[in-house]
């Protein structure tokens, strides 16, 4: 795809997961590609540059943009893939006050901070793409995800009213839903329920794959294809649009 040949792109969540998948990818269609995320330990085995930021914080997302801008130059796409899942998570009025600061603080506060940041770059320039990474939650709530659930519906009001400003100046804005994805993660997520229901984590992941038709759920390479496709040059047409890879789950 020559839509990201020497493009410049800072992708969060980058160390492991979809964000890892994403990143080796637009770095394999030529992009020029800055990883980021916490752990210092994860970004080494990815053969990219990449720095350890909080993204939670408008610091560590400042300290990410700079960096990117410094090592390889102003930012044409940014993916926003980085977030907090809700396995640790509780019913509404048990919900930990903590728990709900926390997950709008990584999930909402940082692709906020980090689309303020590079926006200004795109404006001048006349173009750019950024793709967040929300979630199936981010249209129907889930039960004892409060938090995400919130955190997820608010991504996708973000990046509209991205799309909104942007597109005077040819940037465009866009979301992917995805469905379960067996990722680290959710896997988290997976042995929690197991724990609490008395069932093991492979008979989760088996009611998981049910909810589609396609009796699997989606892998992170059929995400970070759609990832990849909306920061390339091929997607101008398409800006303000949340996407679902859920393998036709119409819910």
């Known amino acids: ?9 800072l992708v969060t969540g980058a160390s492991r997961g979809i964000g890892r ?21 994860d970004l080494a085995s990815l053969d990219m540059e990449s720095v350890a930021a909080d993204l939670g914080t408008l610091e560590g997302c400042t300290l990410a943009v700079e960096t990117t801008v410094e090592r390889l130059g102003p930012v044409d796409i940014l ?9 640790h998570e509780k019913v509404i009025w048990k919900q930990d006050t903590a728990t709900w600061a926390e997950t709008m603080r990584v999930n909402l506060d940082g692709p906020f901070y980090l689309s303020r940041l590079v926006m200004p770059q795109m404006v001048e320039r006349q173009s750019g793409r950024l793709v967040f990474t929300s979630s199936t939650a981010g249209q129907i709530a889930e039960e004892a995800g409060s938090a995400y659930t919130s955190s997820k519906h608010g991504l996708l009001g973000l990046m509209r009213s991205a799309a909104l400003e942007g597109g005077p100046y040819n940037i465009t804005s866009n979301a992917v839903l995805p469905g379960w994805v067996r990722t680290s993660m959710a896997e988290r997520s997976a042995q929690s329920e197991a724990q609490e229901r008395g069932l093991t984590v492979d008979e989760i992941w088996q009611e998981r794959a049910a909810l589609y038709p396609a009796g699997r ?33 119409l819910a």
């Open 1 to 9: 795809m020559a839509g990201v040949q020497d493009k410049i792109a």
């Open 21 to 41: 998948v994403a990143a080796e990818l637009l770095r394999a269609r030529g992009a020029r590609v800055m990883a980021v995320s916490r752990s210092e330990e």
């Open 79 to 87: 993916v926003c893939n980085h977030g907090i899942g809700s396995a």
């Open 217 to 249: 759920v989606p892998t992170a390479d059929e995400v970070a294809q759609l990832i990849a496709f909306l920061a390339s040059d091929e997607a101008s047409g398409i800006s303000g649009q949340a996407i679902k890879v859920a393998l036709g789950d």
